[in-house]
């Protein structure tokens, strides 16, 4: 009877412990005077340690002994060129700052050249370069991270130049807020700044997954340039020989043909059609969420790319706005610079409607989260067929099953699912090439 009684006994103990350590753990970090805390404040800083210190050696002076009034007068000497220092070196500086190029993508690496001018005929130390390199995103993951460089020392009556390499992690357009020139020399009780001078800023691209095939579709609409297909016209391959029609160039006959029949035989070739896309981001899916906006504007930006490069009729819908994409590079260029400084879309949650384009000779493809994924079953964009859709998942560890059928692969499950747990990258990259071999299979 008591040897069962005994660990019941000492559960509770280790569970009454337990509750009183979290009961005085709760205490001493409960503020109990939250309106105090605009006095408090400020005695926190290394200037009111100081300053307290100095009153209490100067009162121990005036009290206790005079010796108190050599600590004090030292202590206010201290505090008195910790203050003075960095304010008047900072009023001698100037600086700029440029990139040594005007666009990059993520993960890229970029030089940074800093010119610092040195007004003061002595040399200046402790300079350090804060702001404007690092977004909300990489600070919470790097909480600790803020200066973004650090400079030993400036000459005196010199015009100095510093560069030093920047990695973005992220899309947009840096500097992200205008950087400071920072001094604390000597002691570090106050920094005195100033802000640089931007002469030429960078955009950031995301960086786009290397995609080499593209999916089998049927273009009608004819053009001077892009993919070529099996129909007759006057571009491409041969395909077939036909007898000579009025009006055909004597160029495409084939003689050895034409020796065979003792007739006139051309050479039939092919014809260059453009396929149309549409790439349609759904941004009120990352509502909230930086990091599965960045992958999605990413997955935008690859199929944006690779159909580009294949000459297609493409345009690109952010949300509900669209931007056509011409066959220059510069088209290109300028829509991944405005999916560098896309931010998502503002409004009330209840009037993020996305309109689905409803042309009929285009082909669309949706990105889209999970969640907005189940949300719109009862809706036609899984229903229509020609929308195929790329789903970003973020909690599960296994990619999504992607369809295997045409026949439900828009109503049961996504064209492409993606986990952004693994390596979302590499998921895109073997689930496109698996897509499209099984298109030209079929």
């Not at 349609?280 to 690779?306: H, I, K, M, T, Y």
């Not at 409803?358 to 964009?381: C, F, G, M, P, Q």
């Not at 828009?410 to 090439?433: D, Y």
Request: glycine letters at 8%; a positive charge; aromatic letters at 10%.
């Amino acid at each position: 009877m008591y040897s069962a009684a005994h660990p019941q006994a000492g559960g509770c103990q280790i569970l009454n412990f337990s509750t009183f350590f979290k009961w005085v753990s709760s205490i001493s970090s409960q503020d109990f005077f939250p309106r105090s805390n605009r006095i408090i404040a400020p005695l926190r800083t290394p200037i009111a340690w100081f300053i307290v210190a100095a009153v209490a050696a100067g009162l121990t002076g005036a009290v206790v002994a005079p010796q108190g009034w050599v600590v004090c007068g030292i202590i206010i000497g201290v505090l008195a060129l910790g203050l003075a220092w960095p304010w008047l070196a900072m009023r001698g500086l100037s600086a700029s700052i440029h990139f040594d190029r005007r666009r990059c993508q993520e993960l890229d690496e970029a030089t940074v050249v800093l010119t610092v001018t040195n007004r003061w005929p002595l040399p200046v130390w402790g300079l350090l370069v804060e702001r404007g390199f690092f977004s909300k995103v990489t600070q919470a993951h790097q909480p600790h991270q803020m200066a973004t460089t650090a400079l030993a020392q400036v000459a005196g009556w010199s015009n100095s130049r510093f560069e030093f390499v920047f990695k973005p992690m992220r899309r947009g357009v840096y500097p992200i807020d205008p950087p400071l020139l920072v001094i604390g020399f000597p002691f570090g009780l106050w920094n005195a700044s100033r802000k640089i001078l931007l002469d030429r800023s960078l955009i950031v691209w995301p960086r786009p997954t290397d995609l080499r095939s593209l999916p089998m579709q049927s273009g009608d609409r004819m053009a001077a340039t892009g993919s070529y297909i099996d129909r007759p016209g006057h571009d491409g391959d041969i395909i077939a020989a036909r007898p000579y029609i009025r009006g055909d160039s004597l160029r495409r006959i084939h003689w050895v043909h034409t020796a065979r029949r003792d007739a006139l035989i051309v050479c039939e070739r092919q014809t260059a059609s453009q396929l149309g896309f549409t790439i349609l981001l759904d941004p009120f899916a990352f509502a909230g969420n930086e990091q599965g906006l960045d992958w999605g504007l990413r997955v935008v930006a690859s199929l944006c790319r690779e159909f580009h490069n294949h000459a297609c009729d493409l345009m690109c819908q952010l949300g509900n706005e669209q931007y056509p994409v011409g066959t220059g590079i510069v088209n290109l260029h300028r829509l991944f610079d405005r999916l560098a400084m896309y931010c998502g879309p503002e409004g009330k949650p209840e009037s993020r409607v996305l309109r689905i384009p409803a042309a009929s000779n285009r082909h669309t493809i949706l990105v889209t989260s999970e969640t907005r994924w189940h949300e719109l079953s009862d809706k036609r964009v899984r229903k229509s067929i020609g929308i195929r859709s790329v789903v970003l998942e973020e909690t599960s560890q296994e990619p999504l099953k992607r369809s295997a059928s045409p026949a439900d692969e828009h109503v049961k499950t996504p064209w492409i699912g993606i986990s952004l747990a693994g390596e979302p990258s590499r998921q895109f990259q073997r689930q496109w090439e698996r897509q499209c071999h099984d298109d030209w299979a079929r």
